[in-house]
């Protein structure tokens, strides 16, 4: 596994389809964003430019409007109610007034550029006349974004030399200045400091390759204009991929992910300039503290994309040179220069699930005509209670179906003409799962075929489903088929906006919460699969997988229906005569329903469904 493998790459091509799909409004849009309006204290001659953004806004999507900002208001915010830990004027703009004039006499072939939102422009003259260059832009942010990305802006001066960095650490400036310069006289394209710890203790990826207020670029490398306006337009589409394929745990959320929230700096980083950077050349430094798998397939890329590249370790216990016993996650403040967070924590295990309420089944049988043994699911619903169940039906042959089966009066209203291995098979279940899930108080839908039947009583079903309420299929990631199937693996190399490593075979006939079944719901994915054979048995713990919610860490990876294939056949086998020997395979399985048994199946003799310990089924 490589880091392509593990992280999504924004590419050319996607730059491109900007390109050429980008309407008139949508470049008007992004001038707005990421233009600049004019400039105060202009100094174009000197080498070394520190780049930091000056913004007030609330960085999160969701988070309440501030009032336009005022001297007044930026000085007495927290007395006010619209700051947490500091007022903003302290914290960020007198740095810029009182710091920099010494960071200058010291530093005199250092700029300090600040980008300043276009409601705070009152600012522009005073900070310029304490030596900053002043860049006021025609955006005053919506919220972290895009006024956290405008520091990037200086990445395409050819000639120069970027540092990167957050109003409050000027105090640490020197140690960054020189590490650009050593990155300069190395020829390396950029050196960083990655997060160091890789998940959130939500299980989310807060790895990134660069954090957000501490590194330096080499100008001139990249056209950062057309790359920010490319991925803020595929974002904003939803073209943007927000999931990492962790090692040994299948994809799981990258943290920062959301235009215009807090952190979508660092996934632009770490999905756009990075993979170009790491062509160049990168000088790395790691704190000590570093726990990191992706760490290592980090340092192989760069390394690979330029053997010059390398990596120093250096002895603090925090990057920004902070004491602290441990990393802790901070708020960020509504004002914002670039805020630093430390999202980390120990990794911690997936939660066990609290008992939830008895639930209610919804059944979902997904026949050719009537069900094989229509007797035996008569009498296993009709010892269940009616508040704990709902049935729904879709029959292919509908006009076939007897009016006196189960199933008659249970017809959904949309009918698919389903054909095996095809993608009408995922229609009908969607078609299934829509109809289920618009009665709100179902909280499991299980998916029933023709010649299932159920093996042991519901109230197990409902006791394990309120022990542990997530879904139930049996799931295998693509990576894994592909180790011992090359060709079945190869059905899914392919689909039309969906990495293949996120990709996932699964049983067809499963049982899913609410949760999941919402979530598929909402990400209809189905154009991906269109020429997939057998999408039934994939799609569905794909399509999870594709919207954030791993399948081999959100669901229970156990079959619900007991199923016996025979080595090389498309088909399972199929049971006329059910010996002891099968039956107790069925016990031994923890399923609760079995197939496949066709009409004039001897399943009577055994009573399958009011099974009661493992001596019969």
Known sequence: MGWTDVFPVFTEEMVDDFEAQASKEDRTQMEEWYGTERVVNAQPDKPDIVSVSLFWKNVREGDPELPAPTREILQNAQELGFAKRFNPWDHYVKPLLEQ?????????DVVVRVYLAKDMEFLAEELAAAGNEVHVMKSSSIHFAPGGLWRFLPFSETGKRVTVTDVDRLNELESDLLRSQTMAQGGLGAWRVPVPIDLTGDRRVCYLPFMGCQFGVQGGLMNVRQLLEAFTWHAINGLIEPLAIFPACGPLEIQGNKWPSYGFDELFMTLAAYPRLAQKGMLTFVPTFSKSQLLTLDIEYVTWGNPNSELVYFPVDDCCGVVREAPQESEPEAFSADIVEFPHGPVSEVPENAVMEEPIVAFLFLTRSDQNHANVWTEYLSDIPQTSKRIYSHCKDREFLPRSSFLHSFQIEEWIDTEWGGLSIVHATVALLEAAV???????????????????????????????????????????????????????????????????????????????AELILKHDRRDSFAGVF????????????????????????????????????????????????????????????????????????????????????
């Not at 920099?100 to 005199?108: A, G, H, N, R, S």
């Not at 079903?461 to 990576?479: E, G």
């Not at 075979?505 to 899913?512: A, E, K, N």
Request: hydrophobic share 40%; proline share 7%.
């Open 534 to 617: 057998a999408p039934d048995e994939a799609y569905f713990a794909t399509v999870l997988a594709s919207a954030g919610a791993s399948p081999l860490q959100s669901l229970a990876n156990r079959a619900i229906t007991w199923t016996e294939w025979e080595m090389g056949k498309p088909h399972p086998r199929e049971f006329l005569t059910v010996r002891p020997s099968t039956a107790a395979q069925i016990v031994d399985s923890g399923c609760f329903f079995a197939r496949k048994f066709p009409s004039g199946s001897d399943i009577g003799r055994w009573e399958l469904h009011r099974a009661r310990s493992a001596a019969k089924i």
């Open 438 to 516: 618009a009665d709100a108080a179902c909280t499991h839908f299980v998916l029933i075929s023709e010649s299932c039947v159920p093996v042991r009583p519901f109230h197990e079903l409902s006791h394990s489903l309120q022990l542990d309420p997530r879904s139930r299929m049996r799931v295998q990631p693509w990576n894994e088929v592909r180790k011992w199937n090359i060709l079945k693996a190869q059905h899914l190399e392919n689909l039309a906006g969906i990495r293949k490593e996120l990709a996932h075979f699964h049983d067809q006939w499963m049982c899913l919460s609410r949760k999941d």
């Open 100 to 108: 920099v004039p010494d960071v200058l006499e010291k530093f005199p």
